[in-house]
């Protein structure tokens, strides 16, 4: 087990004390957070996969970082915990609906949680618990209409329409699989031309090393190699930035969100991202509402601050006698 101490300030304000635990395909992550709004233990974890038996292995192993973390803060008491997923989640019956690289399908995770646990639990989508607290806690504070990007491995995204997720029953925000090239190529869902297969980070280094027979480990180097004048490097780059402003164009039409918040490891190339995708976005609009680009705030801890928010709402809710 590694462990990662937090040095993030108090994000989250007073409420009540809470767990919460952001799982990914590779690692977990766990806190527990304290009613002054500290993050307490932050805590990276492999996380168990079981063919067998993966929602059922995972929830075990949540059961057990949670005793560890009350063990570590024996005064704090936790009202409620709250659990994130990548994949197809249903926030409203608590199901993971469908997770390749989690292993399940239609699995009760939230009710498995809570008889582990002894707590009400709150089930979410991790990027979706990302851009809830870029909403409510970083850089999509100021906007009510928000597009959150995670742009990595893959693209996944979030939206707040009216200052609330939109889950869509749990299928929105899916533009990494939005058709983006019809001859393009195959994606790992089975689709043809999909955004993430031309704009991802893996996509850029993907196409750049079957383009020029040079492997390259990311799409930082791939920028670099544009920067150096690498022709092939550029068409590459360029692929990827025009994919994204077509994607957005077509967002922008149809949600008019304030802010597109873009975060992730593509986020960090800074302006050589940032600068051409405004110019091409500038370009493919008209009467639009052009939305500020934005970087996003919170980094990787995104999904915990979002996944611990989530505990807490359902806290409140409970204490007000409202439905869990």
Request: aromatic share 4%; charged share 20%.
């Amino acid at each position: 087990m590694v462990e990662h101490p937090t040095h993030a300030p108090t994000l989250l304000g007073p409420g009540d004390a809470v767990l919460a635990f952001d799982v990914g395909g590779t690692d977990t992550k766990s806190a527990l957070v304290d009613a002054s709004g500290r993050v307490l233990g932050l805590r990276r974890t492999p996380t168990p996969l079981d063919p067998s038996d993966p929602a059922g292995t995972i929830v075990a192993k949540l059961a057990s970082l949670a005793g560890e973390h009350l063990a570590g803060a024996p005064g704090v008491r936790p009202m409620a915990a709250a659990i994130s997923v990548p994949g197809l989640v249903d926030e409203v019956t608590g199901v993971g609906m469908f997770a390749s690289n989690l292993g399940w399908r239609d699995a009760p995770i939230r009710s498995l949680a809570e008889a582990a646990l002894g707590l009400p639990v709150a089930f979410g989508h991790d990027v979706r618990a990302a851009g809830d607290a870029e909403h409510r806690l970083g850089a999509a504070r100021a906007y009510g209409d928000v597009v959150v990007l995670a742009i990595g491995t893959g693209i996944a995204s979030a939206l707040v329409l009216g200052g609330r997720p939109y889950a869509g029953g749990g299928y929105a925000g899916e533009i990494g699989h939005s058709l983006a090239d019809p001859f393009g190529e195959r994606c790992a869902c089975g689709a043809i031309g999909c955004l993430e297969t031309i704009a991802s980070a893996g996509a850029i280094a993907r196409r750049y090393s079957v383009a020029s027979g040079t492997p390259v480990a990311g799409a930082r180097e791939v920028l670099d190699a544009a920067t150096a004048g690498d022709p092939v490097a550029r068409r590459v780059w360029d692929d990827a930035v025009e994919a994204l402003a077509e994607a957005l164009a077509r967002l922008v039409a149809v949600l008019a969100p304030e802010a597109v918040v873009i975060g992730g490891g593509l986020a960090q190339a800074g302006h050589a991202l940032f600068s051409p995708l405004g110019e091409r976005l500038d370009a493919l609009l008209s009467f639009h509402r052009r939305p500020v680009l934005v970087h996003a705030e919170l980094g990787d801890d995104a999904g915990l601050l979002g996944t611990a928010l989530a505990a807490r709402d359902l806290a409140a809710a409970r204490a007000r006698g409202g439905a869990p």
